[in-house]
């Protein structure tokens, strides 16, 4: 565990670069070898999309890391958060941490963000992406990567958390995100198994449906546990799923990189509501 906690601790910039390219490519060769859905769209001009969208976050992380690596040296320092009230071994420290950073930093701040207003406004680029696959986990506008970022620090303090946690946590968050937004579908046993604990693309996919409540289930990024616990759970098959938002139906706004800038500075659209959205169909 101590070689584990001092590769966290000192992980290389290349390092953390070749976890978020290698993820995205793996899962990308995966999705096209075995689609859950074969979408009719330009694969590589979607990822474009997808990827300058990756690209700001990369850009808005980087540009306020000191501010995290700040605050995990304050409260180290300062024997403050959950980890400082009592001795643990190291491996306790990293099941207990992780749990808690996923917690606050990712089920709460998506919680959050699908609840209070103007939040949802800048999350609805992520959800406005009508072909979720594996580029769709690092779509998110540069005003909703600030949020997240606030949410992560926010987590930091609560747990205490040194910076080598803090690393392995944004590493597991990374490459889980993208496994859940793969275009994959897992076999019912796997998904089963796996499910229990970890986020699965089976049931992330679900949160992507285009209309409520399902886009406002499975919170979840890593660990599955906190919407069992807190009854934000749902299960649909993935054949019966369909992308998108009800709200955001014209093309330039969700495959356009200036439409999509644009969306969180519109005024707020109410849910149209799968019924309505069945009967204009028709």
Avoid: C
Avoid at 36 to 46: G, I, P, T, V
Avoid at 189 to 214: E, K, Q, S
């Amino acid at each position: 565990m101590e070689r584990i906690v001092s590769y966290f601790e000192h992980i290389p910039s290349a390092h953390r670069s070749l976890i978020l390219v290698g993820g995205i490519a793996f899962f990308w060769l995966i999705e096209s070898v075995v689609p859950l859905f074969r979408f009719d769209y330009h694969k590589s001009r979607h990822a474009g999309v997808n990827l300058f969208f990756t690209l700001t976050t990369i850009i808005v992380n980087f540009a306020l890391a000191f501010v995290l690596v700040k605050t995990s040296d304050w409260v180290v320092t300062n024997h403050s958060g959950v980890l400082s009230w009592v001795s643990l071994p190291l491996w306790a420290e990293a099941v207990i941490g992780l749990l808690l950073l996923d917690l606050i930093g990712a089920w709460l701040a998506h919680w959050t963000e699908h609840h209070v207003k103007w939040m949802w406004q800048f999350h609805a680029v992520h959800h406005s992406d009508q072909y979720v696959d594996t580029t769709t986990a690092n779509r998110h506008h540069p005003g909703e990567s600030v949020i997240r970022f606030v949410f992560t620090t926010l987590a930091v303090i609560v747990v205490g958390a040194p910076m080598w946690l803090v690393f392995m946590y944004q590493a597991f968050s990374v490459l889980l995100s993208q496994f859940n937004h793969a275009n994959i579908e897992l076999p019912r046993w796997a998904d089963r198994a796996i499910g229990w604990l970890m986020v699965t693309p089976n049931m992330h996919h679900v949160h992507h449906h285009y209309v409520l409540p399902y886009s406002n289930t499975n919170y979840g990024n890593i660990f599955s546990i906190w919407d069992r616990l807190f009854n934000t759970h749902a299960e649909r098959a993935g054949k019966d799923l369909v992308y998108g938002l009800d709200t955001h139906p014209d093309t330039h706004e969700h495959s356009h990189i200036g439409g999509i800038l644009k969306t969180p500075f519109q005024a707020y659209r109410p849910p149209v509501g799968e019924k309505q959205r069945v009967l204009t169909d028709d």
